[in-house]
């Protein structure tokens, strides 16, 4: 098994077999599930339930450079990430999913059509369309998921996972500060 870590946010992993790579994530799922992991390899639906059940954020397509990993914003095939402080009167749109590795200030817009991610404090605006977010806000934040304003007093300033299934809109809890957060 070879990993690869591309900055202290996410992990690469080469899966070279079905049972090496469970050996792998359940002496390391502690560390792991806090962070976005970089599958390359077959997914076989065993990894795939392991994944799910465990609350693994993962993805299998991402193109990371070692020399490019500091740019602001890194196109992705269907990720952007960004490495910075997404201040007042920013603006930004993106069609693809986003995880931002800093805060989103106050008087600071987010349109993502995609899923969404970020480690920071949110005290600023939120329009997400995917399937799911991960966020941590404050009571200046206002975030709209998929057409529907979710109430700050569900978000209590902690690390939330929020879904659409479909029929309705999934608040939850992390019960652990992520590391990165």
């Known amino acids: ?47 795939e339930e392991y994944l799910n059940k465990n609350d693994i954020t993962y993805t299998t ?13 890194l196109k992705q095939s ?20 986003l995880l931002i590795l800093n805060r989103v200030n106050s008087g600071a817009k987010l349109q993502v059509e995609g899923n969404l991610i970020i480690t920071g404090v949110v005290d600023g605006m939120i329009f997400c369309n995917g399937d799911f977010m991960l966020v941590k806000t404050s009571s200046k934040a206002m975030i709209v998921f998929n057409g529907v304003e979710i109430d700050g007093s569900l978000l209590q300033n902690k690390f939330n996972k929020i879904i659409f299934n479909g029929d309705e809109i999934i608040v939850t809890p992390i019960a652990k500060e992520p590391k990165w957060a």
């Open 78 to 97: 269907d990720l952007k990430i960004i490495d910075e402080i997404v201040r007042s009167g920013q603006d930004i749109k993106v069609a693809s999913d």
């Open 61 to 73: 397509r991402l193109s990371l450079s070692d020399t490019k990993h500091q740019d602001l914003v």
């Open 1 to 47: 098994m070879k990993v690869k870590q591309y900055s202290v946010k996410v992990f690469e992993i080469n899966i070279e077999s079905q049972s090496s790579f469970l050996t792998f994530m359940d002496k390391n799922i502690i560390m792991l599930k806090h962070y976005l992991i970089y599958l390359r390899g077959e997914i076989t639906p065993a990894i």
